[in-house]
Nanobody
Framework: QVQLVESGGGLVQAGGSLRLSCVAT????????MGWYRQAPGNEREQVAI???????DVADSVKGRFTIFRDVARNTVYLQMNSLEPQDTAVYYC????????????????WGQGTQVTVSS
């Protein structure tokens, strides 16, 4: 079984910064893509950022220039550095990873974190 545990959310004033972390534990063989989604009340879940196993990263246009995603392969961890936060960034942030396990080495399945609340006050 694989578990993703997030940390780093909280309350911050507009213009401030937060760093989210997400670490995967369990019977992991390989992790390919890692990423972050967010969901604000009344909105659909939207992709914020993704980083591939080769380290290629991309972020949504709405956060470009403010958010950075990066990963620590050795620690099975993905980070989301969020700078110049705006009230519209308020949402629950979810990490996900495409993981293959020791039992199923040839197939990657998506795993999700439990979500962490980010609230930006104006």
């Amino acid at each position: 079984q694989v578990q993703l545990v997030e940390s780093g959310g909280g309350l911050v004033q507009a213009g401030g910064s937060l760093r989210l972390s997400c670490v995967a534990t369990g019977n992991i063989f390989r992790i390919k893509d890692m990423g972050w989604y967010r969901q604000a009340p009344g909105n659909e879940r939207e992709q914020v950022a993704i980083v591939t196993s080769r380290g290629m990263a991309d972020v949504a246009d709405s956060v470009k220039g403010r958010f950075t995603i990066f990963r620590d392969v050795a620690r099975n961890t993905v980070y989301l550095q969020m700078n110049s936060l705006e009230p519209q960034d308020t949402a629950v942030y979810y990490c996900y990873m495409m993981v293959s396990t020791q039992i199923s080495m040839n197939y990657e399945y998506p795993y999700w974190g439990q979500g962490t609340q980010v609230t930006v006050s104006s």
